[in-house]
T-cell receptor
Framework: NAGVTQTPKFRVLKTGQSMTLLCAQD?????MYWYRQDPGMGLRLIHY???????AKGEVPDGYNVSRLKKQNFLLGLESAAPSQTSVYFC??????????????FGAGTRLSVL | AQSVTQPDIHITVSEGASLELRCNYS??????LFWYVQSPGQGLQLLLK??????LVQGIKGFEAEFKRSQSSFNLRKPSVHWSDAAEYFC???????????FGQGTELSVKP
């Protein structure tokens, strides 16, 4: 069972470079999320999607863009990377609208360093 | 505003000893609460959840948590810790906006032989 798969696992960028992180889930989940994890700050929500073709801003959206063209994929883009975006990025998905169905399943993470 | 606080950044316990990780939340209505565990280099795995009903909930790997409304707490416990329990633990509350999760800062657990 693949669950939630993130690619790549590691990446090093130079300031100003762009990249896209891919998240794929095979559980037919409606909701998908992108988080960043920084020491001492837990996980903070960047963007999320409640269904194919929809996206919404989370707690820390600046400097990131997302797209959900297919239900199973959720892309996170950095157009011009900055050192402040050095972090571990996690993707998650969940089944539905109600909180009771919102058990989130996480990918293994992408470790990004911006020099 | 909704928030979750985990007062302990790092805890060390001896293998076989009991464990309690603290979690306090701020939420106006009935909270939906979660504990997740993150092993080194891995993603987050759900340990247990509280939605309603019995305030003592059982999870995987021998963990349990007790919801105490009067104390706004949802502390995680395990009677006997194993070396494989060394990980980072996150408490979270579900937001009333689109079911988003609000995470605490995390507690890193180290286990001494």
């Amino acid at each position: 069972n693949a669950g939630v798969t993130q690619t790549p696992k590691f990446r090093v960028l130079k300031t100003g470079q762009s990249m896209t992180l891919l998240c794929a889930q095979d559980m037919n989940h409606e909701y998908m999320y992108w988080y960043r994890q920084d020491p001492g700050m837990g996980l903070r929500l960047i963007h999320y999607s409640v269904g194919e073709g929809t996206t919404a801003k989370g707690e820390v959206p600046d400097g990131y863009n997302v797209s959900r063209l297919k239900k199973q994929n959720f892309l996170l883009g950095l157009e011009s990377a900055a050192p402040s975006q050095t972090s571990v990025y996690f993707c998650a998905s969940s089944t539905g609208i109600t909180v009771a169905k919102n058990i989130q399943y996480f990918g293994a993470g992408t470790r990004l360093s911006v020099l | 505003a909704q928030s979750v606080t985990q007062p302990d950044i790092h805890i060390t316990v001896s293998e076989g000893a009991s464990l309690e990780l603290r979690c306090n939340y701020s939420y106006g209505a009935t909270p939906y609460l979660f504990w997740y565990v993150q092993s080194p280099g891995q993603g987050l795995q759900l340990l247990l959840k509280y939605f309603s009903g019995d305030t003592l909930v059982q999870g995987i790997k021998g963990f349990e948590a007790e919801f105490k409304r009067s104390q706004s707490s949802f502390n995680l416990r395990k009677p006997s810790v194993h070396w494989s329990d060394a990980a980072e633990y996150f408490c979270a509350v579900a937001s009333n906006q689109g079911g988003k999760l609000i995470f605490g800062q995390g507690t890193e657990l180290s286990v001494k032989p």
